[in-house]
């Protein structure tokens, strides 16, 4: 289990997160959705200390972090229960697909190159990229990139996988390879957390549903409770934004 309590940043006389509190369970998949600048990826980067929180403390299973006065050895141990996939995906351009993925393997977790090779190999197939192996970034489709983050992610083996709009920098004929993947994933029972404006996806995929607006969680539920029966003004008028093919039920 994962909770936040209090979690807040500010940037300057911004503040960006107003005292965020947050329970996921293990297995759950939770879909964070709200307007630009409401504070969700924010939320997503102080998880894994990208970002420095101001104040609050996050829990995950026995391990706790005060995030006001985390130590160093604390923040290493947090981002080692942690995974993010990113918006850009953030790969070594230097390097092939398989040396992407064998990277965190081989610096954070320790293995040896030969066992490190051999399980990223193993999660290059699993995202249906087994052929590209020595390929570098520059070679591959926006799409095929962001399978290479999520490998890279999964081979960590963390706690939870923390997906910050994963298919926003994507051509929209690309988009649903990525949502197929992490698809898959969620049936596998793996932790995620994903900020998205995809709202089809977060009904289907998501079991946890969070609105943010203005730095502060207005609003969650299961998907039908958000989606369908949403009790608060500022969640309707935002999910009134989606059209009626998109989102199915409105």
Do not use: W
């Amino acid at each position: 289990m994962i909770t936040l309590e209090n979690v807040s940043k500010s940037f300057g006389k911004n503040q960006v997160l107003k005292g965020i509190d947050l329970t996921v369970n293990k297995g759950e998949v939770v879909a964070i959705l709200g307007p630009s600048g409401s504070g969700k990826t924010t939320l997503l980067r102080c998880i894994n200390h990208l970002e420095k929180p101001n104040k609050g403390k996050i829990k995950i299973d026995n391990f706790q972090v005060d995030f006001s006065r985390a130590s160093k050895a604390e923040i290493l141990s947090l981002r080692q229960k942690t995974a993010m996939v990113f918006q850009q995906f953030n790969l070594f351009k230097n390097k092939t697909v398989v040396e992407n993925v064998m990277e965190g393997l081989i610096v954070a977790k320790k293995l040896p190159k030969e066992e490190a090779f051999k399980k990223s190999v193993e999660l290059l197939e699993k995202v249906g990229l087994g052929n590209k192996l020595n390929s570098y970034p520059v070679q591959l489709s926006g799409g095929q990139q962001q399978r290479v983050g999520i490998a890279r992610a999964l081979a960590l083996n963390p706690e939870v996988i923390l997906f910050d709009e994963p298919t926003s920098a994507l051509d929209p004929e690309l988009v649903g390879e990525v949502l197929s993947i992490i698809r898959t994933i969620a049936k596998e029972g793996i932790t995620m957390i994903i900020v998205t404006h995809e709202m089809a996806f977060a009904r289907d995929v998501a079991n946890h549903v969070v609105f943010m607006d203005e730095g502060v969680i207005v609003e969650e539920g299961n998907p039908k409770e958000i989606f369908q029966y949403p009790k608060e003004e500022r969640t309707i008028q935002f999910l009134k934004r989606f059209s009626e093919e998109e989102m199915y039920y409105i």
